[in-house]
T-cell receptor, first 108, second 115 residues
Framework: QKEVEQNSGPLSVPEGAIASLNCTYS??????FFWYRQYSGKSPELIMF????GDKEDGRFTAQLNKASQYVSLLIRDSQPSDSATYLC????????FGAGTILRVKS | ETGVTQTPRHLVMGMTNKKSLKCEQH?????MYWYKQSAKKPLELMFV???????ENNSVPSRFSPECPNSSHLFLHLHTLQPEDSALYLC??????????????FGPGTRLTVL
């Protein structure tokens, strides 16, 4: 079982819709959870982090964490074509482990 | 300069060449990382340094040789590379590697092509 799993996609959503990106992890001792966005040919940039169960909102982005289910998600409201990128989930315990990423395509 | 910088941004080298990648962080962090990202593959952690000491070598071939002279600078020395080593090489830094929950910040990467 991979430590951090993401659906590779691509996930296609129309402009203005909500994009939902999901990530599961295997280490129950994980303490921190991150979402990075990576445009093609560029380096990953941090979008959000979350440490506690529940929701955390930042602008159009909401991270959701459910430690009991070992599940973390990222919701992007009012999706824009500029949101088209690969989204990497990273989970931190005694080290940070990255998922393979989900490709998101927002169609105008 | 702010954040994490990497030079060069692009590098083309032959299999017999020797070159070095440089990373510098201006965030006051103590941990630095090298990652390799090949086309359509996930990030692969290569090396980790904490307070200038190497704490992780992820079974990287010896043709890649890291050097960390201080907490702000990290080098990756390359020699006799193979075409399959062509990839985006990313440097990252965080406050302290023993705090696995710390956020890692990435540099822009070096796009390496081995002919």
């Amino acid at each position: 079982q991979k430590e951090v799993e993401q659906n590779s996609g691509p996930l296609s959503v129309p402009e203005g819709a909500i994009a939902s990106l999901n990530c599961t992890y295997s280490d129950r001792g994980s303490q921190s959870f991150f979402w990075y966005r990576q445009y093609s040919g560029k380096s990953p940039e941090l979008i959000m982090f979350i440490y506690s169960n529940g929701d955390k909102e930042d602008g159009r982005f909401t991270a959701q964490l459910n430690k009991a289910s070992q599940y973390v998600s990222l919701l992007i409201r009012d999706s824009q074509p500029s949101d088209s990128a690969t989204y990497l989930c990273a989970v931190g315990g005694n080290k940070l482990v990255f998922g393979a990423g989900t490709i998101l395509r927002v169609k105008s | 300069e702010t954040g994490v910088t990497q030079t060069p941004r692009h590098l083309v080298m032959g299999m017999t060449n020797k070159k070095s990648l440089k990373c510098e962080q201006h965030l006051g962090h103590n941990a630095m990382y090298w990652y390799k990202q090949s086309a359509k593959k996930p990030l692969e952690l290569m090396f980790v340094y904490n307070f200038k000491e190497q704490t992780e070598n992820n079974s990287v071939p010896s043709r890649f040789s890291p050097e960390c002279p201080n907490s702000s600078h990290l080098f990756l020395h390359l020699h006799t590379l193979q075409p399959e080593d062509s990839a985006l090489y990313l440097c990252a830094s965080s406050q302290d590697v023993t705090r696995g929950s710390d956020t890692q910040y990435f540099g822009p990467g070096t796009r390496l092509t081995v002919l």
